[in-house]
């Protein structure tokens, strides 16, 4: 389910998966958004694929939803949502 999202203060959209265990945010948009994220020595992996690095973390990025609000950590890549599809 997409909604509308306010992240670091930007309007965006967020998919929400209410069983998961991180957060993610493309490189594009992370971009666009002004996140600043370090980088870490961690990589995704889901099932059928390689590992891919990521490409850093933001920490603390302020995100509200609907009347909901708190910071999160935000991890970056280069993938998109077309890649689980």
């Known amino acids: 389910m997409f909604v509308e999202a306010m992240v670091n203060e930007q309007a965006s959209k967020a998919l929400v998966d209410t069983g998961a265990t991180h957060n993610f945010v ?5 971009t666009r958004l ?4 370090a980088k870490e020595p961690e990589s995704l992996k ?3 694929t390689s590992p891919v690095p ?3 973390i933001a920490r603390g990025v ?7 609000k708190d910071t999160v950590d935000l ?3 280069k993938w998109t949502i077309s890649h689980w599809y």
Do not use: C, D, R
Request: charged share 15%; net charge neutral.
């Open 75 to 77: 991890t970056s890549s």
């Open 26 to 30: 493309a490189k594009g948009e992370a």
């Open 46 to 48: 889901t099932v059928n």
């Open 62 to 68: 302020p995100l509200h939803l609907g009347e909901w």
């Open 54 to 56: 990521i490409l850093g």
């Open 34 to 37: 002004g996140l600043k994220y």
